[in-house]
T-cell receptor, first 114, second 114 residues
Framework: GAGVSQSPRYKVAKRGQDVALRCDPISGHVSLFWYQQALGQGPEFLTYFQNEAQLDKSGLPSDRFFAERPEGSVSTLKIQRTQQEDSAVYLC????????????FGPGTRLTVL | KQEVTQIPAALSVPEGENLVLNCSFTDSAIYNLQWFRQDPGKGLTSLLLIQSSQREQTSGRLNASLDKSSGRSTLYIAASQPGDSATYLCAVRRGQGGSEKLVFGKGTKLTVNP
């Protein structure tokens, strides 16, 4: 596709529910990143994949957060037993493996936990 | 731990004015620095990327400078227009060999008044 796409764009969950957020990176992009952006804050790193390998998951705030990219393209960020503090915009970015450092961001998924 | 600070948090200027946004970072061992623009409800758009060996980058009315030793970068916007109204984010990537994650500041919200 022309850019990074994310779905759903908006998600409302009741506290305790599990959610799954999807990211479709730019075709052929090797690296994929997840960031969490709370209201009025800058994005904060969650995790990073190179192809299907998860190379850095140091930003995942708890073991309720899990990310996967099984075939090296589409990625899913799963949050189990959602809490109110999980409410944020979840941004996905992808980067080509060849020579450029620019990360291309999707529009984000706004998660609201009631 | 790398920390990125952006000053001011918000800025309101009349159309046509030249302006400077500031970014500082605590660890000078960076690989590159990027400036992004974020419009409400949308993802991030990369504006300029400066490698650690470079001093500045220019694109149209935008000019970004980098002083790695002092941990500072500035984004200069010439002849501002109402369409420049957005939040501007600065992000640094750690030195080569480390994770490719970006560390963001909280952003400067710019309003350009007609």
């Amino acid at each position: 596709g022309a850019g990074v796409s994310q779905s759903p764009r908006y998600k409302v969950a009741k506290r305790g529910q599990d959610v799954a957020l999807r990211c479709d990176p730019i075709s052929g992009h090797v690296s994929l990143f997840w960031y969490q952006q709370a209201l009025g804050q800058g994005p904060e790193f969650l995790t990073y994949f190179q192809n299907e390998a998860q190379l850095d998951k140091s930003g995942l705030p708890s073991d309720r957060f899990f990310a996967e990219r099984p075939e090296g393209s589409v990625s899913t960020l799963k949050i189990q037993r959602t809490q109110q503090e999980d409410s944020a915009v979840y941004l996905c970015a992808s980067k080509s493996g060849s020579g450029t450092d620019t990360q291309y961001f999707g529009p984000g998924t706004r998660l609201t936990v009631l | 731990k790398q920390e990125v600070t952006q000053i001011p948090a918000a800025l309101s200027v009349p159309e046509g004015e030249n302006l400077v946004l500031n970014c500082s970072f605590t660890d000078s061992a960076i690989y590159n620095l990027q400036w992004f623009r974020q419009d409400p409800g949308k993802g991030l758009t990369s504006l300029l990327l400066i490698q650690s060996s470079q001093r500045e980058q220019t694109s149209g009315r935008l000019n970004a400078s980098l002083d790695k030793s002092s941990g500072r970068s500035t984004l200069y916007i010439a002849a501002s227009q109402p369409g420049d109204s957005a939040t501007y984010l600065c992000a640094v990537r750690r030195g080569q060999g480390g994770s490719e994650k970006l560390v963001f500041g909280k952003g400067t919200k710019l309003t350009v008044n007609p």
